[in-house]
């Protein structure tokens, strides 16, 4: 608490000492973080950590101990600790313990975002796709089987196989230009093709991309 208020962290802290204590706050309760010490009376760290992973697996947990030791401090971020802080160094307490919730907000946004995003797409009638560009497979959803007729596994639909679909017409100038436009710094990408069937007719495709680029401008995915 006095390194907390010390870092202008505002905290409401509940404290429990047993293991009796910590399960029955978890089952009533939500935490930003929790932090334990790694020797407890009668009870331990690591056994902590482990209750929390199940009854609160997004909440972050630090480790707060003057004996945690190298190795067990490893072996406590590979069972899923956030961070650990030793006691002669507790003044980096509040900066961990204000990363920590903002990296679990960050990801709770993430997680919502894509589950929005999964959720339109089962909606839609379209056909969706989302390529990361540094990766060989493409994400599409049902649509491509339900319109298209093609049952592939994830691994199968690649951008190799996207383009050999393409009619011969198209196919070359559909690739350059989606192509250059990720060489380029445009935002979006659209254009209108042919496109196999599984049935072997061919339908015709009103093709839309958005481009998210990273730091740098370079173009790292289409949806």
Known sequence: RRELARGVVDADVTHVTTERAFRAVLAVESFDVILSDYHL?????????????????DTPFIFVSGAIGEERAVEALRRGATDYILKDRITRLPSAVERAAAERDERR???DAEERFLLAARATRDVIWDWRVDEPTVW??????????????PDEVTIEWWVA?????????????????????????????RFRRADGAWGD???????????????????
């Open 41 to 57: 009376p009668g009870f331990d760290g690591m056994s902590a950590l482990e209750l929390a992973r199940k009854a609160a697996a």
């Open 109 to 111: 946004l993430r997680n």
């Open 140 to 153: 599409v959803n049902d649509m491509l089987a339900a319109d298209w007729g093609y049952a592939l596994a």
């Open 165 to 193: 679909q393409i009619h011969p017409a198209d196919a070359e100038q559909v690739a350059q230009h989606l192509r250059s436009t990720l060489d380029s710094d445009e935002t979006y990408w659209e254009m209108a093709y």
């Open 205 to 223: 495709v009103h093709d839309r991309g958005m481009i998210l680029r990273d730091s740098a401008g370079r173009g790292v995915r289409v949806i």
